[in-house]
Nanobody, 125 residues
Framework: QVQLVESGGGLVQAGGSLRLSCAAS????????MGWFRQAPGKEREFVSR???????NYVDSVKGRFIISRDNAKNTVYLQMNSLKPEDTAVYYC???????????????????WGQGTQVTVSS
């Protein structure tokens, strides 16, 4: 059974850092693209970052230079290191697994097959 479990969220002051983790079970994480998305209150879920099977990483412009996605194959876990956090980063963060290529883009929600339950990140000003 495929399962994704996020952790590491919390309350942090602006300028601070958090590291989110997404532990995968039921599949080998390195064989698939993995993404991080976020959803702020009243807004649609948006793409944040992604790491491909080959290890290529992509980021939404608003987090470039501040966030880093990485993968630990031995732990079957993907991480999102978030630095220089801003109040506008406040959201529920989700990780997702891309199992079946659909011809869409990695930044589209519809491209992903499995989702975690989310972890809340709150950045105070």
């Amino acid at each position: 059974q495929v399962q994704l479990v996020e952790s590491g969220g919390g309350l942090v002051q602006a300028g601070g850092s958090l590291r989110l983790s997404c532990a995968a079970s039921g599949f080998t994480l390195r064989d698939y693209g993995m993404g991080w998305f976020r959803q702020a209150p009243g807004k649609e879920r948006e793409f944040v970052s992604r790491i491909s099977r080959a290890g290529t990483s992509n980021y939404v412009d608003s987090v470039k230079g501040r966030f880093i996605i990485s993968r630990d194959n031995a732990k079957n876990t993907v991480y999102l290191q978030m630095n220089s956090l801003k109040p506008e980063d406040t959201a529920v963060y989700y990780c997702a697994a891309d199992f079946v290529p659909r011809g869409g883009s990695y930044y589209q929600n519809s491209e992903y097959d499995y989702w975690g339950q989310g972890t809340q990140v709150t950045v105070s000003s």
